[in-house]
């Protein structure tokens, strides 16, 4: 049983010999030997590399008075090796692995092209903390003006009656709002109109980089 688990192993590999076959065709008619070792023998005569462990197995079993020295018998052998098989990577690693792959191919390309293709201008309203307050202390500044400019207006329309000035600053300041809307969208138009009129414009310089990139 102990045999046959041996036999069963493949663990080290190692290059057959002259000193080897030789052994094992005396081995193959050895009767001492079980018919599975004297079977074993003639599987392995003709192979150009041998299982280390049934080679000992077979070696351990032989009549001592006959058999060769160990170190005799394995004088001469190579190690084999073989390259472990190798590891399957995962769809998601794959998916993760192209999109760094195509990340890495843009920017080495805008990298090449970038004294080439016009910088694409990114600029946004309130991008920065600076124009959201700055305009924010506007509209309050706006708003305060038309209050006070609504409750002035009523205060002399209605001779200084309290809740007709309140109205009228009310009303001011509401007014006040709307005129700074309607100017917003204005200035949001504008920016809307030239964006479209660079965006009609880079056809040229797009067609260019493409045939770039073709030549490249």
């Given at each position: 049983m102990a045999t046959e688990n041996?036999?069963?192993?493949?663990?080290?590999?190692?290059?057959?010999?002259?000193?080897?076959?030789?052994?094992?065709?005396?081995?193959?008619?050895?009767?001492?030997?079980?018919?599975?070792?004297?079977?074993k023998c003639s599987d392995l005569i003709a192979q150009s590399n041998v299982p280390y462990e049934p080679l000992r197995a077979i070696w351990i079993a032989s009549d001592p008075s006959t058999r060769p020295e160990l170190t005799q018998l394995l004088w001469g052998t190579s190690f084999i090796f073989s390259s472990p098989k190798p590891r399957e990577k995962s769809e998601e690693l794959k998916a993760r692995l192209k999109k760094?792959?195509?990340?890495?191919?843009r920017k080495a390309y805008q990298?090449?092209?970038?004294?080439?293709?016009?910088k694409e201008d990114v600029t946004e309203p309130f991008s920065?903390?600076?124009?959201?307050?700055?305009?924010?202390?506007?509209?309050?500044?706006?708003?305060?003006?038309g209050?006070?400019?609504?409750?002035?207006?009523?205060?002399?329309?209605?001779?200084?009656?309290?809740?007709?000035?309140?109205?009228?600053?009310?009303l001011g300041l509401v007014g006040a709002m709307l005129v700074e809307t309607f100017l917003f969208i204005i200035r949001?138009?504008?920016?809307?109109?030239?964006?479209?009129?660079?965006?009609?414009?880079k056809p040229r310089s797009s067609f260019s980089t493409s045939s770039l990139k073709k030549n490249l």
């Open positions: 041996i036999l069963n192993r493949v663990g080290l590999i190692i290059s057959s010999t002259h000193f080897i076959r030789a052994f094992l065709s005396e081995a193959s008619t050895d009767t001492t030997l079980s018919a599975e070792l004297r079977q760094l792959e195509d990340i890495a191919e990298e090449l092209v970038k004294d080439i293709a016009p920065s903390y600076k124009d959201q307050l700055g305009f924010g202390l506007h509209v309050l500044v706006t708003m305060f003006t209050y006070l400019v609504g409750y002035a207006a009523f205060r002399a329309l209605f001779d200084h009656s309290p809740a007709m000035n309140a109205a009228g600053g009310i949001n138009s504008d920016l809307d109109s030239n964006k479209t009129k660079r965006s009609n414009q």
